[in-house]
């Protein structure tokens, strides 16, 4: 099985950065696409940043140029920068992943949600 474990979430001013970490671990082979994604009350699951294995990256328009999303393989962590925050990017917000593992059956590519962390952002 594969976990995803966020931490980083909080309560700030408008304007204040945090940064949101997500590790996997379990019987990993090897993760191609990482990502985060977020819900605000009464709305639908929306793509935060999401990036690839190769480090090719893919932001949502309204955080471009404010958020930034890393990875270290290695540690099969992947990372948010969020500066500049704005009250609107208040969430819950989902770390997600695409992990290969290897099965009975041979590898197997499946996609992991981790448990969301709380986001809040002060005017």
């Known amino acids: 099985q594969v976990q995803l474990v966020e931490s980083g979430g909080g309560l700030v001013q408008a304007g204040e950065s945090l940064r949101l970490s997500c590790a996997a671990s379990?019987?990993?082979?090897?993760?191609?696409?990482m990502g985060w994604y977020r819900q605000a009350p009464g709305k639908q699951r929306e793509l935060v940043a999401v990036i690839i294995s190769g480090a090719s990256t893919n932001y949502a328009e309204a955080v471009k140029g404010r958020f930034t999303i890393s990875r270290d393989n290695a540690k099969n962590t992947v990372y948010l920068q969020m500066n500049s925050l704005k009250p609107e990017d208040t969430a819950v917000y989902y770390c997600n992943a695409m992990v290969v593992t290897t099965t009975l059956l041979g590898r197997r590519e499946n996609m992991y949600w981790g448990q969301g962390t709380q986001v809040s952002v002060s005017s």
């Open positions: 379990g019987s990993i082979f090897s993760i191609n696409a």
